[in-house]
Nanobody, 124 residues
Framework: QVQLVESGGGLVQPGDSLTISCTASGYTFASKIMGWFRQAAGKEREFVAAIAWSDSHTNIANSVKGRFTISRDNAKSTLYLQMSSLKPEDTATYYC?????????????????WGQGTQVTVSS
């Protein structure tokens, strides 16, 4: 069965960098568009970034553009989110997800499998 497992979250200070990962199994990773979403306490889940089959096609939310980079290693079936210049408002649980469509999308209802999430806390 499809499994997505995030890792790498933690507590960091404002201005720090952090990379989180998502390891996929149970399907051909390279054939699917992947995305990152986040959900802060008391808020709705929001789109962060999506990536097509190769690193050359990505979509980044305006709120993190210029600070976050999404990438993937198809040989390792792993998705990454590199985060820099982190701010307290980036504090959230970060989820990776597999798209059910064949185009980049920010709509969460177009992702059919989700990981359990990894917590990222930005605080001094």
């Amino acid at each position: 069965q499809v499994q997505l497992v995030e890792s790498g979250g933690g507590l960091v200070q404002p201005g720090d960098s952090l990379t989180i990962s998502c390891t996929a199994s149970g399907y051909t990773f390279a054939s699917k568009i992947m995305g990152w979403f986040r959900q802060a306490a008391g808020k709705e889940r929001e789109f962060v970034a999506a990536i097509a089959w190769s690193d050359s096609h990505t979509n980044i939310a305006n709120s993190v553009k210029g600070r976050f980079t999404i990438s993937r290693d198809n040989a390792k079936s792993t998705l990454y989110l590199q985060m820099s210049s982190l701010k307290p408002e980036d504090t959230a649980t970060y989820y990776c997800a597999r798209a059910s469509v064949l185009y980049l999308t920010s709509r969460s209802d177009l992702y059919d499998h989700w990981g359990q999430g990894t917590q990222v806390t930005v605080s001094s």
